[in-house]
């Protein structure tokens, strides 16, 4: 925290400064305090749906895949969609209405916070919230007979590196639309194909070459991947590579998305 | 740039300390300049009224000061940090009021307060009491758990300042504080922005409100299509530009052309006034045309005078 001296504001100011992210995330913690029971519905309710629809309707179709009661393949996957869906909704519409309707992020930018630290300041709400909230299904799969493992304590983590890449995914194209509508066509046309070939539902090699081919550069298939090995037991050497892509994922949208709402932002 | 004008600048270089540096300040839009090369320094501890018509520049010229638009050209300087390159340091030691209400409508009054406390980096220990002290000085004490948007567009308004001078800043930018304001509501906001001058405060505050600046500004800018084109204190102003007195003729349209004509002839400056014509410089008005005009009705001339005979545009 920085303290008041008697010359505060000498010399360059730092590139990041640790109290333009607290200040941007005291705004988020009031307003979770105001919101917390309806997202946590909303993030519980969620899975459970899919447990039972896909479970019982598929589950008496499949009793196994790829070794494992179909209950908790779906349980380990879904993981990943909540995540997607906390993350990358999130980064869109709330962006967007704060940047255009509510003017909040204008307000802010007139107090000490530069629009690189704001933006990571947002993303890293968003991830801790899909970080946390990503864990509902799976604590839901338990009620199915899901095991606890040990492992399943980096969900969390997982959880909140892949929300950081689609928050940021997210933050990035409500700079980018014309207006909210727009958002149906990144819905339609990125986040479904993204979240079905994924691995949540079937695996991936049960596609064809092609199709199998773009799953491995899609980052939910990632997390995934690592979720159902938190669960399951890891494989370390594929695990590093998996948390490297979704780094890499992160990390490049970052630079874009600070790129794009500081043109938005910054006349 | 008028003599006067340098004078000034000079003095307010040299004195106790400058709040506000322009120099030479361009911003373009595509095909507009919407500010074109504006010089304008603000001496410590005075409300500089920066006076100009729609669209003249003033948001755009208050969004290069606090960082939210590049400048094409020129410098800025505010409280001595060079802008944008320290924007964050000079950001942290301003208050700002934008033009449109930018307040955080799920927040209450308080938690509006709150998150800016924290944002504009006010120390833990003194958090509560600046929070406490903003919403005195907003007289919303009453409602400060009232959500932002159940609060009246005067309450909103008084927030809107409160929520900048909560880190008790230096320097507060106004962006026409007062517009679409009822009059009583307008009257509160003004002692507000009188309070902190007392305290010694630097204010930047635009208007189109002639009376406002009348009323708070130490000295005012003219800004017009980009560019200042006056500076001086308001009585200075008027001196130096229309005089101290005009008279104001009714009367037919026929009859408005005829009093013109009248004046000219006599070497005084008119302008239309809504249904009638005003004669400036009246005191100066020779025996021989005062019998020519006959009646009218003798008035302070006013900063709308120098504004319209400045720019030939009118204001509100
Ligand atoms: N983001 C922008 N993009 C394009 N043009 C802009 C932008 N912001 C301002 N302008 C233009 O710049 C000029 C100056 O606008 P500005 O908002 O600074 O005027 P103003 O003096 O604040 O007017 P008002 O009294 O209406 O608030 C106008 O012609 C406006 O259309
Ligand atoms: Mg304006």
């Known amino acids: ?267 | 740039m008028t003599a006067r004008l340098q004078e000034q600048q000079a003095a307010g270089e040299e004195g106790a300390g400058t709040a506000l540096a322009l120099r030479g300040v361009v911003k373009r839009f595509g095909d507009i300049t919407a500010v074109d090369h504006v010089d304008l320094i603000v001496p410590q501890g005075i409300c500089l009224g920066l006076l100009g018509p729609n669209g003249a520049g003033k948001s755009t010229t208050m969004r290069m000061i606090t960082g939210q638009a590049h400048l094409d050209a020129g410098s800025i300087e505010v409280l001595g940090h060079p802008v944008p390159a320290h924007s964050k340091h000079a950001r942290a030691e301003m208050g700002v009021v934008p033009q449109l209400d930018n307040l955080d409508v799920e927040l209450t009054a308080r938690q509006n307060l709150e998150v800016f406390a924290h944002l504009y980096r006010v120390p833990r220990a003194r958090r509560r009491d600046a929070v406490d002290r903003a919403l005195r000085m907003a007289h919303l004490v009453d409602r400060a758990d009232t959500k932002t948007d159940e609060l009246s567009g005067g309450m909103r308004r008084r927030l809107l300042v409160a929520r900048s001078l909560v880190h008790s800043p230096r320097f507060v930018l106004l962006d026409e504080p007062t517009v679409g304001l009822d009059p009583q509501v307008r009257q509160e906001l003004w002692s507000l922005v009188d309070a902190l001058r007392h305290e010694g405060v630097s204010v930047l505050m635009s208007t189109h409100y002639i009376e406002e600046a009348e009323r708070l500004a130490d000295e005012v800018a003219v800004m017009s299509r980009g560019r200042i084109i006056a500076r001086g204190t308001p009585a200075g102003l008027r001196d130096a530009h229309v005089g101290r007195e005009a008279v104001e003729y009714y009367g037919s349209p026929d009859r408005l052309g005829e009093v013109e004509t009248i004046a000219v002839e006599g070497g005084l400056p008119t302008r239309r006034t809504g249904p009638s014509v005003s004669v400036l410089r009246a005191e100066h008005m020779p025996e021989s045309t005062a019998a020519l005009l006959g009646a009218g009705a003798r008035r302070a001339s006013n900063l709308e005078d120098v504004f319209v005979s400045l720019t030939g545009e009118t204001v509100e």
């Not at chain 1, 008041?4 to 333009?20: D, I, K, N, V, Y």
């Not at chain 1, 019982?56 to 995540?83: C, Q, R």
């Not at chain 1, 079937?202 to 199998?212: E, R, S, T």
């Open chain 1, 1 to 267: 925290m920085t303290t008041q001296t008697t010359e505060p504001f000498a010399g360059s100011p730092r590139w990041f400064e640790l109290a333009a992210f607290t200040g941007v995330w005291k705004r988020e913690t009031t307003l979770f305090r105001r919101y917390w029971v309806s997202t946590t519905f909303a993030a519980v309710v969620e899975p459970v749906i899919y447990l039972l629809a896909f479970g019982f309707g598929l589950g008496s179709l499949i009793a196994v895949m790829n070794g494992i009661p179909y209950i908790e393949f779906l349980g380990t996957g879904v993981v990943a969609t909540s995540v997607l869906f906390t993350s990358a909704f999130s980064g869109m519409f709330q962006t967007f209405v704060r940047r255009k309707f509510q003017a909040t992020y204008d307000a802010m930018l007139a107090a000490p916070v530069d629009v690189h630290e704001l933006v990571t300041a947002e993303a890293g709400w968003i991830a801790t919230k899909a970080g946390v909230y990503g864990c509902a299904p799976l604590v839901v799969a338990m009620f199915f007979g899901l095991d606890p493992a040990p492992g399943m304590l980096v969900v969390p983590l997982v959880g909140f590196l892949t929300g950081l890449g689609f928050g940021l995914f997210g933050i990035w194209c409500s700079a980018v639309v014309p207006s909210i509508d727009s958002f149906n066509y990144i819905i339609s046309a990125v986040i479904t194909p993204l979240f079905l070939v994924a691995g949540t539902f079937f695996p991936v090699d049960q596609l064809p070459g092609w199709a199998g081919a773009a799953a491995v550069i899609n980052p939910l298939y990632h997390c995934v991947q690592l979720v159902r090995h938190a669960a399951f037991g890891f494989e370390p050497l594929l695990d590093v590579l998996h948390v490297g892509v979704l780094i890499l994922f992160a990390v490049g949208m970052w630079l874009i998305a600070v790129r794009y709402m500081r043109k938005r932002l910054i006349d």
